[in-house]
C-alpha cells in the first residue's frame, strides 16, 4: 500500500491539523448547554460564582470517534492510497511514431507507414491497461497526436491515423519533446519508445544523446534508393529571356547506380542526362531553354526503387510580362536608343498629334507636351509647359548644375554623375509627399509623386544636354520604369525543396522591413536576417515566397526528403517487450475509501446529530406547558 498524490509526512501532518481542529470544535460544542425556562422570578443573583466541575469522560464518545475515522478515509481518498507495490503502479509512456516522407517506401507489399503502425498497435496491447501512453508523431516536427491516455480507443485511433509527411526524421527533437513531456505532465516514468525506419540526416546521427528509458522497434527498409534532392531556375543574368536549370540527384544506397534525368517544359524535351553514381554520391546537372510563355517545367528520374516519390518535382514558371511605353514626341529618335536599351520594354512612338486621351495601360510619356488632363496611367513628362504641368514649376533659369541625387532611394539608386550643367531648366515647387531625385541649389529638377497613378517630371531634357552619353540616363530610366512596374522588373528564381529549414542568401544586407516572406495564401511566414543569410521555417508542404526588392524567390516546398543514413542507437533497448500481467500489480482504493467516509458522516449525523438538535426544541416545548399548568 503507498500513497499516489502524497507522501507519509505529508499526510501525517494534514490528518493531524485536521483531527485537532476536529477534537476543538467537539469539545467547545458540548462545554455548554443552553436552557429555556419559563420565568426569571424564582431565580436570584448569587454573590459567588458558580463552581464548574470538570466532567470526568465525554460525553457521546462514539460521535467523535466516528468523525475522526470519516476523516481519516477522506484523506486517504485525497492521498490516492493504492493497494500493491509501487514498483509495479502505473507508468507514463510517449510512443513516437515515424511519420517522416521515407515511411512512404514499400517494402515488398506493404507500405513502412503500415508496419510501423501494425508494431505501435502490438507494443500499446502488451502494456498494463492502467499505463498511460502519448502518442507523437515525428518527422521534422515533434506533433503530439494525444495527451498521456489510458483509453485504449483514443489511443489506437490515433495511431491510425498517422500518415507520413514530407521531411526527414528530426530524431532528436522527437526525443527531446519525450523526455520534456515525461519531466512536466508524467506522474510515474515508463518508457520512450521509437517505432520506425529511422532515416536521418547525416549532420543530426553523430550528436544524439539516447535517454536511459528509450526502446527502438526498428521497421526494417530497403537501402538501395536515387531520388532527387533539388531542382532550382532561374532568370539568366545575360538574356532575361533565359531559363537556368539546376537539377540535383543523390543516391542513398550502398551500391553505385546509373540513373537517367529528363527535363520537359510544356510537354517539350529541354535536355537529358545519366548520372553514374558512386555510394551517398551527389552530382548536379544544369539545363538552359529560351521562353516567354508560362508554363510547367518537370524534372524526372527514370528509375524504378521502393520511393518513388523524389523521382519527380514539378515547377511553375511564370510569363515574361513586356512593359508598352508610348511616346508621345516631336523628336522620337532622340529617346528610342533609351528605351530600347532597357529590357522588358516595348516602347511606341508617335507624334503628339496622334495623343489619345483614352490610353491607359502601360507608361505615357510626354515630351514638351502636357494635355488638359493626364491620363489614367503612369507618366513621364519631359520639361512640361510651365503654365500646364501637373507638378507645378516655380521658375526657369538658365545655366543650372545638378548638384545632389536622391541616393538613398530606389529612383536614385547607382546614380553618381555630378556637376551636370544645363542651359536652361525648370525648378519645380513640390509637396510633402513629392519625391526630389535630382537637386540643384535653386531647388528640385527632376520630382517623382507617388500614388495610384505615379508620375515623374523632368525640368530638363536628358537626351538634348549633356547626360547624352552618360551611363547615368539609362540607369536613371530604368530605376523609374522599376518604380513604376515592379512587377515587370523583378527577377525570378524558383526551388522546389523539402519541408523545414530554408536558408536563403540575399544579394546584399537589407533591412527586414524590406523584406517579404509569405505563404501562396498571402499569410506572413516568420524569418530571421543575419548579414546576408535569410531563414526561415516551413513546417507543411506548400508554396513560399520570398520578396526582397525586385528580387522573388519561390520554394515549392514539395520534394519529399528520405534522409541520408538510418539511425541506430546502440544502448537502447530493441523490440517489443515481454507481456505483462493483465492487471497491475496496484489498484485504485480511493474511491471506496471516500464512499465509506462520506457514509461515516452520514451515519454520525443520523445517530448523534439529530438528537442534538431536537434537545433544545423539546425543552422549549415542556417548558410552554408548564406555564399553561401554572
Known amino acids: 500500500m503507498f500513497f499516489l498524490n502524497l507522501s507519509l509526512p505529508e499526510f501525517l501532518a494534514v490528518l493531524g491539523s485536521l483531527s485537532g481542529v476536529v477534537v476543538a470544535l467537539y469539545l467547545l460544542d458540548r462545554l455548554r448547554k443552553k436552557h429555556t425556562v419559563a420565568t426569571l422570578r424564582f431565580f436570584s443573583v448569587t454573590e459567588k460564582p458558580p463552581v464548574l466541575k470538570h466532567r470526568r469522560k465525554l460525553q457521546q464518545p462514539w460521535s467523535l470517534l466516528l468523525q475522526l475515522i470519516s476523516l481519516l478515509l477522506l484523506l486517504l481518498a485525497i492521498a490516492q492510497v493504492r493497494w500493491g507495490s509501487p514498483a509495479r503502479a502505473a507508468r507514463d509512456h510517449v510512443l513516437i511514431l515515424d511519420t517522416s516522407a521515407w515511411m512512404n517506401a514499400r517494402n515488398g507489399q506493404a507500405r513502412l507507414m503500415d508496419q510501423a503502425r501494425a508494431a505501435a498497435q502490438n507494443y500499446v496491447k502488451l502494456l498494463p491497461s492502467s499505463d498511460r501512453v502519448m502518442v507523437v508523431r515525428a518527422d521534422v516536427l515533434a506533433t503530439p497526436a494525444t495527451l498521456f491516455e489510458s483509453d485504449r480507443r483514443k489511443i489506437r485511433q490515433a495511431i491510425d491515423q498517422s500518415q507520413p509527411g514530407g521531411a526527414a526524421l528530426n530524431i532528436g527533437a522527437a526525443l527531446e519533446f519525450a ?163 532597357i529590357s522588358g520594354v516595348q516602347a511606341t512612338f508617335a507624334p503628339i498629334a496622334a495623343y489619345d486621351p483614352k490610353i491607359s495601360t502601360g507608361i505615357v510619356l510626354f515630351d514638351h507636351f502636357a494635355p488638359p488632363s493626364a491620363p489614367e496611367t503612369d507618366t513621364i513628362w519631359m520639361e512640361p509647359p510651365a503654365g500646364k504641368s501637373h507638378i507645378e514649376v516655380r521658375m526657369t533659369m538658365p545655366n543650372v548644375k545638378l548638384k545632389r541625387w536622391l541616393a538613398d532611394h530606389p529612383l536614385g539608386a547607382g546614380l553618381r554623375t555630378k556637376d551636370l550643367e544645363f542651359s536652361s531648366a525648370e525648378i519645380f515647387r513640390t509637396r510633402p509627399d513629392d519625391i526630389p531625385i535630382a537637386e540643384s541649389d535653386a531647388g528640385p529638377l527632376i520630382v517623382a509623386r507617388p500614388g495610384k497613378h505615379k508620375m515623374v517630371a523632368f525640368g530638363f531634357h536628358p537626351v538634348r544636354s549633356g547626360m547624352k552619353y552618360e551611363l547615368t540616363t539609362p540607369l536613371l530610366f530604368a530605376n523609374i520604369l522599376r518604380w513604376m512596374a515592379p512587377d515587370i522588373f523583378r527577377s525570378w528564381e524558383l526551388t522546389a525543396g523539402t519541408v523545414g529549414t530554408v536558408d536563403v542568401e540575399l544579394e546584399s544586407e537589407a533591412d527586414p522591413s524590406s523584406i517579404r516572406v509569405i505563404t501562396e495564401d498571402a499569410k506572413p511566414v516568420p524569418f530571421t536576417v543575419q548579414g546576408r543569410m535569410l531563414r526561415f521555417f516551413a513546417g507543411a508542404p506548400g508554396i513560399v515566397r520570398v520578396l526582397t526588392g525586385d528580387r522573388e524567390l519561390v520554394y515549392s516546398m514539395t520534394l519529399p526528403q528520405p534522409g541520408d543514413v538510418i539511425w541506430k542507437p546502440g544502448s537502447a533497448k530493441r523490440g517489443l517487450p515481454g507481456r505483462s500481467p493483465s492487471e497491475p500489480a496496484s489498484r485504485d482504493i480511493w474511491q471506496w475509501l471516500a464512499i465509506a467516509g462520506a457514509l461515516g458522516l452520514l451515519a454520525d449525523w443520523i445517530l448523534y446529530g439529530r438528537k442534538r438538535s431536537a434537545a433544545p426544541a423539546s425543552e422549549a416545548s415542556r417548558s410552554v406547558l408548564w406555564r399553561k399548568a401554572s
Open 179 to 341: 523526455q520534456q513531456a515525461q519531466r512536466i505532465r508524467a506522474q510515474h516514468s515508463g518508457e520512450i519508445v521509437f517505432v520506425g525506419a529511422g532515416r536521418v540526416s547525416a549532420d543530426e546521427n553523430p550528436t544524439l544523446a539516447i535517454p536511459a528509458n528509450l526502446r527502438s522497434i526498428s521497421i526494417p527498409s530497403p537501402t538501395e534508393h536515387c531520388g532527387l534532392r533539388k531542382v532550382s531556375v532561374r532568370r539568366s543574368l545575360n538574356d532575361p529571356d533565359v531559363w537556368e536549370v539546376f537539377v540535383a540527384v543523390k543516391n542513398y544506397g550502398d551500391t553505385a547506380r546509373s540513373v537517367p534525368l529528363a527535363v520537359q517544359f510544356g510537354g517539350a524535351p529541354i535536355g537529358t542526362q545519366r548520372f553514374n553514381l558512386k555510394p551517398g554520391a551527389e552530382e548536379n546537372a544544369a539545363f538552359h531553354f529560351k521562353t516567354r510563355a508560362a508554363g510547367w517545367l518537370e524534372a524526372r528520374l527514370f528509375t524504378q526503387d521502393a520511393f518513388p516519390q523524389d523521382d519527380r518535382a514539378v515547377l511553375d514558371l511564370p510569363a515574361r510580362k513586356i512593359l508598352p511605353v508610348m511616346v508621345y514626341s516631336a523628336e522620337p529618335e532622340l529617346l528610342r536608343p533609351v528605351f530600347t536599351a
